[in-house]
């Protein structure tokens, strides 16, 4: 098992900026897929960006794609969301996620992450 824990939310101006961390702790980080998702009052959890085990492939939904930038660092067990150009859409929790799984096709998709992380809450003012 893997346990994660994400830092780095608040309260921003729109155009802004935050970098968002999740640290984990428990097996061997770098066995996992890291993925970043987040809710919205009142919506479904909804993909962010993913990393693949040795940082060689990312993804982003395109709702993001060129504002945020996923990384991460297996020798210290954390994975990074950068978030530019930050908008007023963008305010949600945010969950950090570590999946199990070897299919790139399921980057996306929430229910084949295995672990998650408490979520930290990212607000955008306008």
């Known amino acids: 098992q893997v346990q994660l824990v994400e830092s780095g939310g608040g309260l921003v101006q729109a155009g802004g900026s935050l970098r968002l961390s999740c640290a984990a702790s428990g097996r061997t980080f770098s066995l996992y897929v890291a993925g970043w998702f987040r809710q919205a009052p009142g919506q479904e959890r909804e993909f962010v960006a993913a990393?693949?085990?040795?940082?060689?492939?990312?993804y982003y939904a395109d709702s993001v794609k060129g504002r945020f930038t996923i990384s991460r660092d297996n020798a210290k067990n954390t994975v990074h969301l950068q978030m530019n150009s930050l908008k007023p859409e963008d305010t949600a929790v945010y969950f950090c996620?570590?999946?199990?799984?070897?299919?790139?096709?399921?980057?996306?998709?929430?229910?084949?992450?295995?672990?998650w992380g408490q979520g930290t809450q990212v607000t955008v003012s306008s």
């Open positions: 990393i693949n085990r040795r940082s060689s492939n990312t």
């Open positions: 996620a570590a999946g199990e799984f070897y299919d790139y096709s399921f980057y996306r998709a929430r229910n084949k992450y295995n672990y």
